[in-house]
């Protein structure tokens, strides 16, 4: 697909990730003409740097440390051991298949992919420029777009701090650690005890490396629930995991192997590692977007938007990482969708007040909402109920993780506020109180439902019966079910 020079689009969006391809499809559906500028793979970063290869990596390395603890089920496996060629080639097929069913969905949809690097120029004018690898020749004439609109979707990359020693080899990103043909380090040092970090952490842990974390806030995993981060906390520690909170790496130097300085409260300690992976967030990719005599509005390395995802500049949008708020690619498609609404005046299709979070370590953790602590803070009176799942057979049966779901409601009419769950299956059991907030359900509401069993998601209902107390413990609590 292409465009002819100066071609005139509806819409342009640039970057054709989550937030960019699924923005781009509902213009089309709402028959505006619209163009994509990729200067990359279609698919963004979730698709071929992000979620999909680390959750393929995650797939793999769960199987191997379940088969390696398979004695308790009766299974034996002798000459166990892994293959990470066929790991890797497995993430690249992958990531092929959902990149390819992206193509078919952007050309059934009538939309222009355009393969290049974007420049906005103004609020209506897009230069591109050919990438080298995209073309076999050598044409780099600049070509020249004009909208209506401009959407930029351009997410984000790897933040690298500037600690001394950072540049040497074998300090890494997530993109280089996912890229890798073999198992590279014995040892892995992780700056960065955040949902990165801790995917990592659970990934090298289950392929049986030594893992440790360094995380200068008081506990890892700081954006969500206390009590998730100390479980989960605990289940990496059981594992063997080391971690270091409130500290802070100060210097990285080289010997026979990188060497980690770093202080906390009772002083400065070192530490050794064949690699050490840099997770500690990351940043908008804004690099080189603006034509030098053009700018938008920013928050820190964010674009600023208003509530209808506009810039600063009448015409331009901005949505996913590139602006502040949750990072993740479910929002961006989310906001994509509201983006273009917004931009064309048609009614709202999606609610964006409750976006759930998900972490794919073992056991899955999801919330969605607000925690306790939050709801307490924003003035409500809340009840919760909380149900153990070593009480849930489907738990106890899959010799799975110790775990819990928890629901944070408004005393004052039962409504579902927010929903902690650690378990496995939390990230597709999330869903239920998504839908629960979304609609202003109550805990009357979600009881009348019947869940099978057994089945993870039937502690719902007991998580939501013990917030009215009205749960009837045949055994002691938590050991109802089983």
């Given at each position: 697909m292409g465009a002819d020079m100066n071609e005139h689009f509806d819409l342009i969006i640039i970057g054709s990730g989550p937030g960019g391809y699924v923005a781009a499809i509902k213009a089309s559906q709402l028959g505006k003409k619209t163009a994509i500028i990729e200067n990359r793979e279609l698919g963004g970063t979730c698709l071929n740097r992000g979620c999909i290869p680390t959750k393929t990596f995650m797939h793999s390395s769960r199987l191997f440390y379940e088969a390696r603890n398979l004695q308790e089920a009766g299974i034996e496996i002798d000459g166990l051991h892994l293959d990470m060629n066929r790991i890797q080639e497995r993430k690249e097929e992958i990531v092929s298949r959902i990149r390819k069913g992206i193509k078919s969905l952007l050309d059934a949809n009538k939309i222009t992919v355009i393969p290049g690097t974007a420049t906005i120029m103004d609020s209506h004018r897009v230069r591109v420029i050919k990438n080298w690898a995209e073309e076999q020749d050598t044409e780099q004439e600049p070509?020249?777009?004009?909208?209506?609109?401009?959407?930029?979707?351009?997410?984000?990359?790897?933040?690298?701090?500037?600690?001394?020693?950072?540049?040497?080899?074998?300090?890494?990103?997530?993109?280089?650690?996912?890229?890798t043909n073999e198992l590279p380090y014995h040892k892995l040092l992780i700056i960065g005890g955040g949902v990165i970090g801790v995917e990592f952490a659970s990934i090298y842990q289950e392929f049986g490396c030594q893992v440790e974390i360094i995380e200068a806030m008081d506990r890892i995993l700081p954006s969500m629930d206390k009590e998730i981060s100390q479980s989960v906390a605990m289940s990496l520690k059981k594992k063997g995991v080391k971690i270091h909170a409130k500290s802070v790496v100060k210097k990285i130097s080289k010997r026979d192997q990188l060497l980690c300085e770093y202080e906390d409260s009772t002083g400065v300690?070192?530490?050794?590692?064949?690699?050490?992976?840099?997770?500690?967030?990351?940043?908008?990719?804004?690099?080189?977007?603006?034509?030098?005599?053009?700018?938008?509005?920013?928050?820190?390395?964010?674009?600023?938007?208003n509530e209808n995802f506009e810039t600063s500049k009448e015409h331009i949008y901005a949505i996913g990482d590139v602006i502040k708020g949750v990072q993740l690619a479910h929002a961006a498609?989310?906001?994509?969708?509201r983006a273009v609404e917004n931009m064309y005046g048609v009614k709202q299709s999606i609610e964006l007040s409750a976006i759930p979070s998900?972490?794919?370590t073992n056991?899955?953790?999801?919330?969605?909402?607000?925690?306790?602590?939050?709801?307490?803070?924003?003035?409500?009176?809340?009840?919760?109920?909380?149900?153990?799942?070593?009480?849930?057979?489907?738990?106890?049966?899959?010799?799975?993780?110790?775990?819990?779901?928890?629901?944070v409601c408004d005393s004052s009419n039962n409504k579902i506020l927010g929903a902690q769950i650690i378990c496995t299956r939390a990230t597709d059991m999330i869903g239920e109180f998504t839908t629960a907030i979304v609609n202003g359900l109550t805990t009357e509401d979600l009881g009348r439902v019947i869940r099978p069993h057994p089945t993870y998601g039937e502690a719902i209902t007991e998580a939501i019966e013990d917030v009215d107390n009205m749960a009837i413990h045949i055994m002691p609590k938590g050991k109802k079910q089983i």
């Open positions: 070509r020249e777009l004009s909208g209506d609109n401009i959407l930029i979707a351009t997410g984000s990359k790897p933040f690298l701090p500037p600690i001394e020693g950072i540049e040497q080899e074998h300090i890494v990103t997530s993109d280089q650690l996912l890229s300690h070192l530490t050794q590692a064949e690699g050490i992976l840099v997770a500690v967030g990351r940043k908008a990719n804004t690099e080189g977007l603006f034509q030098p005599d053009f700018s938008l509005e920013m928050e820190g390395d964010k674009i600023k938007v498609s989310a906001q994509g969708i998900c972490i794919y056991p899955e953790i999801a919330s969605v909402g607000l925690t306790e602590e939050e709801a307490k803070e924003k003035g409500y009176i809340v009840k919760t109920g909380k149900y153990p799942m070593l009480g849930n057979s489907k738990t106890v049966l899959s010799a799975d993780e110790r775990g819990y779901i928890k629901v």
